[in-house]
């Protein structure tokens, strides 16, 4: 049964807040709509599976909160067009663990005498509060702060906030100096003892580190990686590489003994984290290396049996699709979040076709979703 908006989300039923562009159409329609959309970019005649349908509200693991207003009356959630802040702390999209520690954190920014920084006036220290959760409830906190001067007062009240915040477990400070609309700076300072966020998905546990991509919506992540394992497992490969491979979900679900599995990643801290699970799983096979995944294929002499590509959105591009194209990889698993650009790739791979495809919903309320396409050689 599909609800109403208002049942949904008052913020975007006030206008307050129209992230979830989709919201308005029923959860079923949503779905049909960008199974459509699918089918019509990448192959009408393949024997699409059935999408695979995410909750509506309540999956988003990650908060990307924008601070705004003041010490004693902070806002976390989202700018409007003026540049005043706009309170999303009930966002009903993120886990309830996230939610019920945004308060709290709000509280803190009060405690802890944290400037929210004002984009017109270029003034003040706080400017993000991003927030991921495990799937065991653990939180990982990182304060995006203009510059160093409140990390004292934040190492000062950090104690007190673990008291008020049990499941807070690794907490952070990046630096983000510019003034400049990106969520993040290159610089981490780690405030806790513990560095990484144990994620459970299928596999070995993964693990993550502040600096790290990880897919918003953990089940669908789960599903994705349980996806990569079954639809391969009868090909056998005998070497395997995933490229892009963040904290190594495909790589480490397709780890097998005798099976030699590479994970390249352009993420020095993507790359240490893949790294760690697969010592302490014992997966001696299976290796990480930082890099430029186009760069590592075109420099190599052995491609192996099976590749594995999870891009960004702006997809593999030419070059890495013209070299799969004649490298006689044998199949190719292609994930994607923009089946755009995995249609712009798939045509300049003429001899990988679709075999096997399907949607997961790792984005509901908006037009977005992930595609996992197994591809063979003809
Ligand atoms: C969509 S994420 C996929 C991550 C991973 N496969 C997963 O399931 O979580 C894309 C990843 O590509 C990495 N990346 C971006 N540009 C890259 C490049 N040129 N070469 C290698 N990795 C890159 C990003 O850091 C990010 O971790």
């Known amino acids: 049964m599909s609800l109403a908006v208002d049942q949904l989300c008052h913020h975007f039923d006030a206008g307050r807040c129209r992230s979830c562009s989709w919201l308005g159409l029923p959860y079923d329609a949503q779905l049909a709509d960008k199974q459509r959309q699918v089918a019509e970019l990448l192959d009408p005649d393949l024997a699409w599976e059935r999408p695979v349908a995410s909750a509506q509200l309540g999956f988003r693991n990650k908060a990307k909160m924008v601070v705004s207003g ?15 802040g706009v309170d999303l702390r009930d966002c009903p999209l993120h886990t309830a663990g996230i939610q019920a520690a945004l308060p709290v954190l709000a509280e803190f920014v009060r405690t802890a005498a944290l400037t929210p920084y004002d984009v017109p006036a270029r003034l003040g220290e706080l400017k993000h509060l991003l927030v991921t959760e495990s799937p065991d409830g653990e939180l990982m906190v990182r304060f995006v702060l203009r510059s160093q001067e409140p990390v004292s007062r934040i190492r000062k009240h950090l104690p007190a906030l673990r008291e008020a915040l049990p499941a807070l477990v690794v907490a952070s400070v990046n630096l983000q100096p510019e003034h400049k609309a990106v969520l993040e700076g290159e610089r981490e300072i780690v405030l806790t003892e513990q560095e ?39 090909l ?8 892009y491979c963040g904290v190594g979900g495909f790589a480490l679900a397709l780890a097998r003994s005798g099976v030699a599995v590479t994970g390249i990643e352009i993420s020095r801290e993507a790359v240490a984290s893949a790294s760690q699970t697969a010592a302490e799983a014992g997966l001696a096979d299976v290796r990480f290396e930082v890099g430029d995944a186009t760069a590592y294929a075109l420099g190599s002499t052995a491609p192996p049996d099976l590749v594995v590509v999870n891009p960004p959105r702006r997809g593999i591009g030419p070059q890495l699709s013209g070299w799969l194209e004649s490298s006689g990889v044998g199949h190719v698993l292609y994930s994607s979040c923009n089946a755009v650009t995995l249609a712009k790739d798939l045509a300049a791979m003429p001899s990988l076709r679709p075999v096997r495809g399907q949607l997961l919903d790792m984005f509901p309320n908006t037009g977005h979703y992930e595609v996992l396409t197994l591809l063979r050689r003809r």
């Open 70 to 84: 003041s010490v004693d009356d902070p806002t976390l959630g989202i700018l409007n067009p003026a540049g005043g």
């Open 196 to 234: 990484t966020l144990r994620m459970r998905v299928a596999g070995p546990d993964l693990y993550l580190r502040p600096q790290s991509f990880f897919q918003t919506n953990t089940a669908m992540a789960t599903e994705l990686y349980e996806r990569a394992r079954a639809w391969t497992a009868d």
């Open 236 to 243: 056998a490969p005998t070497s395997v590489w995933d490229l």
